[in-house]
């Protein structure tokens, strides 16, 4: 039988904060969660999962990386607010641009 090793507090923290990277990395290009579940091929609770430090894996990083232009090892730079940004994308500069996000998907 296998046995696995259980996430520490430590792994949880180091989560939420790739979590609150993603939601920061998308508000600063100016995207709703919508527009990024609907251009990833997702549901817009997945992205939540996501910004909320669930149901991350390396492949959600590399896909994400590819979708909003940025390198994967941006998500793992410390989030500049300790705490979620609440509400939509105050920067509108790109409303009319969220076709820029891409809608192929990478190749690995």
């Known amino acids: 039988?296998?046995?696995?090793?259980?996430?520490?507090?430590s792994d949880h923290q180091f989560l939420?904060?790739?979590?609150?990277?993603?939601?920061?990395i998308r508000l600063q290009m100016g995207y709703t969660q919508?527009?990024?579940a609907?251009?990833?091929?997702?549901?817009?609770?997945?992205v939540q999962y996501w910004e909320s430090g669930r149901n991350i894996t390396l492949k959600t990083l590399y896909n994400l990386a590819h979708q909003l232009d940025?390198?994967?090892h941006s998500f793992l730079k410390e989030p500049r607010h300790l705490t979620a940004q609440r509400?939509?994308?105050r920067n509108h500069k790109n409303k009319?641009?969220?076709?820029k996000l891409r809608k192929s998907k990478p190749q690995p």
């Open 16 to 24: 939420k904060k790739v979590g609150r990277k993603i939601g920061e």
């Open 70 to 72: 940025c390198p994967v």
């Open 34 to 36: 919508f527009q990024l």
């Open 1 to 9: 039988m296998r046995s696995f090793i259980e996430p520490s507090n």
């Open 38 to 46: 609907e251009q990833a091929g997702v549901s817009i609770q997945m």
């Open 87 to 89: 509400g939509r994308p």
């Open 96 to 99: 009319k641009n969220h076709s």
